[in-house]
């Protein structure tokens, strides 16, 4: 559906290790730009998170999720943890979201920039 999106941030020193870590459980690898990181799945699609383009400061904007695909429900509850364990915060634990399509199984997180991101998994059935 898209070629990138771009996620901006103030402090690649913390935004780095979330991304490395959260992106990484997904499957996706980072490779380092000097303004910032890239993630990339290898079929097309990427993951800029760096500096403004402009020079100025990143803000967050209201009313903005990213979301990303997740292979099934331990992979939602490791890539909320290993955010968590990287300085994001909890925006919605881990579980299923009866509002979304399906009833799929997700969580949401803001990373330390306040960017709000998300992952969802397919509703294959009660969670053991």
Request: glycine share 14%.
């Amino acid at each position: 559906m898209f070629t990138h999106s771009y996620l901006g941030t103030n402090d690649l020193s913390k935004s780095r290790p979330f991304y490395d870590e959260t992106m990484g459980v997904l499957g996706y690898e980072g490779h380092e730009l000097p303004h910032g990181s890239v993630y990339a799945d290898g079929q097309g699609t990427a993951l800029v998170v760096a500096t403004p383009a402009n020079g100025e400061p990143h803000n967050v904007s209201n009313g903005h999720t990213l979301g990303f695909r997740a292979a099934d429900y331990d992979t939602v509850d490791k890539w909320h943890a290993a955010g968590l364990a990287k300085g994001g915060t909890n925006e919605g634990d881990p579980g299923f979201r009866e509002n979304s399509p399906g009833n799929m199984y997700g969580a949401y997180l803001r990373d330390p920039d306040g960017n709000k991101i998300c992952v969802f998994a397919p509703n294959t059935g009660p969670k053991a």
